[in-house]
């Protein structure tokens, strides 16, 4: 009984210092990581939103009458009033201001992406009341609206996905990590081995030499 006590100690142990040190590994290999996955995928976004933009922007630069001449009355003969062109340059700056903050420089807070979407915001709607994009077709509506839409779904996709998600790793990781810490105080290391528990087997209670004198003395005396 005994021993069958000292190896379920040790067994408990064992189980338990499995699953823990597989999450330590786990945790570990993650933070190994140069960036999350769902940071990743944020910054993907941003990259999207680039090429998004500049992907409308040369179509009506096309559209408009020829690539090259387009790019000498948009870019060389700038017209806040009838360019486009401040609308990429808009994209090009949450894109580096982005992958800056978020991926070069991993950081944890909301405040870069709350600047970007600000001045997103107020240089679109400042644009589409004072300029004339609204009377050049369909890309004076689209492309001011595709890049509001893009910048708001970023600051959505970082504030309740992004920053959430890593701080749940982050709080898990290091309750694992005292949980892993505690655990020898639980379970001691070394398991109680069954030569501490051995008792010698019992001994015969009537030997032979003791059941002859009994005999003896039985005998009825002469």
């Not at 709080?171 to 105080?185: G, M, N, T, W």
Request: net charge negative; aromatic share 12%.
């Amino acid at each position: 009984m005994d021993s069958q006590c000292s190896s379920s100690v040790g067994g408990a142990g064992s189980i338990n210092s499995t699953p823990l040190s597989a999450r330590i590994e786990s945790y570990e290999a993650g933070e190994k990581k140069s960036i999350s996955d769902i940071r990743r995928t944020f910054c993907l976004f941003v990259t999207f939103d680039l090429l998004f933009v500049t992907l409308l922007w040369i179509i009506e630069l096309n559209v408009n009458g020829g690539i090259q001449q387009q790019l000498m009355t948009e870019v060389l003969q700038y017209d806040y009033h009838k360019s486009f062109f401040d609308i990429f340059l808009l994209s090009v700056f949450r894109f580096a201001a982005l992958i800056l903050a978020y991926a070069v420089c991993k950081l944890r807070h909301w405040w870069a992406i709350a600047i970007t979407t600000a001045i997103t915001t107020g240089f679109l709607i400042v644009k589409v009341i004072v300029s004339k994009l609204l009377s050049q077709g369909a890309f004076g509506y689209l492309l001011p609206i595709v890049s509001f839409i893009l910048a708001w779904i970023e600051t959505w996709l970082l504030d309740f996905k992004v920053l959430p998600q890593e701080a749940g790793d982050e709080i898990r990781h290091i309750l694992v990590q005292r949980a892993a810490d505690q655990e020898p105080l639980l379970y001691p290391g070394r398991a109680v081995s069954e030569g501490q528990f051995y008792s010698p087997p019992e001994s015969m209670a009537d030997s032979d030499e003791d059941l002859d004198d009994k005999h003896d003395l039985e005998k009825p005396i002469v």
